[in-house]
T-cell receptor, first 112, second 114 residues
Framework: DAGVTQSPTHLIKTRGQQVTLRCSPK?????VSWYQQALGQGPQFIFQ???????QRGNFPDRFSGHQFPNYSSELNVNALLLGDSALYLC???????????FGPGTRLTVL | AQSVTQLGSHVSVSEGALVLLRCNYS??????LFWYVQYPNQGLQLLLK??????LVKGINGFEAEFKKSETSFHLTKPSAHMSDAAEYFC????????????FGSGTRLLVRP
């Protein structure tokens, strides 16, 4: 059983560009959360998707948007990239009401 | 609002010594509490969690944590450190609902000396 997978592993962009990160949840998991982990800090909640809808959102600007597909995979989109968006982006998947989140390895985004 | 404070950004212990990583939380409602470990260039792995019931929680790799409501603490311990325990450790809290939104502390880097 594959765990949570994320692509790409690393990404380098320049300021002002747009980026799309992808996440495939564990088999049978229907909820996906996205977190941003800046260097030397703990992860911060961006948003969560369930049944293809954004269910919750953290304190992130509208430049951060997402999508969930019928197969439960998810995308995180960031527009108008800033230097401060450089971070490790983590995806976590959850099954139903069982409160345990399984994290993927993350995508390291560098904005130059 | 919920928050998590991890005391000590770096903790250094000798191999075989007791590991104690401190976590205090603030929550207006009864929380769920978690400890995660992150090895270099990897995602987060769940060590243990407290939801309800017994306040002493045992996790993987010999770690355990005790939920102390009166002290709003959830400290992580391991009786004997191993070199492979060197990693970043994060304490996290979430509400007892279906939101699954985790609030993380800033992390503690554990260094294990030979």
């Amino acid at each position: 059983d594959a765990g949570v997978t994320q692509s790409p592993t690393h990404l380098i962009k320049t300021r002002g560009q747009q980026v799309t990160l992808r996440c495939s949840p564990k088999s049978g998991h229907d909820t996906v959360s996205w977190y941003q982990q800046a260097l030397g800090q703990g992860p911060q909640f961006i948003f969560q998707y369930y049944e293809e809808e954004e269910r919750q959102r953290g304190n992130f600007p509208d430049r951060f948007s997402g999508h969930q597909f019928p197969n439960y995979s998810s995308e995180l989109n960031v527009n108008a990239l800033l230097l401060g968006d450089s971070a490790l982006y983590l995806c976590a998947s959850i099954k139903g009401s069982y409160n345990e989140q399984f994290f993927g390895p993350g995508t390291r985004l560098t904005v130059l | 609002a919920q928050s998590v404070t991890q005391l000590g950004s770096h903790v250094s212990v000798s191999e075989g010594a007791l590991v104690l990583l401190r976590c205090n939380y603030s929550s207006s409602v009864p929380p769920y509490l978690f400890w995660y470990v992150q090895y270099p260039n990897q995602g987060l792995q769940l060590l243990l969690k407290y939801t309800t019931g017994a306040t002493l929680v045992k996790g993987i790799n010999g770690f355990e944590a005790e939920f102390k409501k009166s002290e709003t603490s959830f400290h992580l311990t391991k009786p004997s450190a191993h070199m492979s325990d060197a990693a970043e450790y994060f304490c996290a809290v979430s509400k007892m609902d279906s939101s699954y939104k985790l609030i993380f502390g800033s992390g503690t880097r554990l260094l294990v000396r030979p």
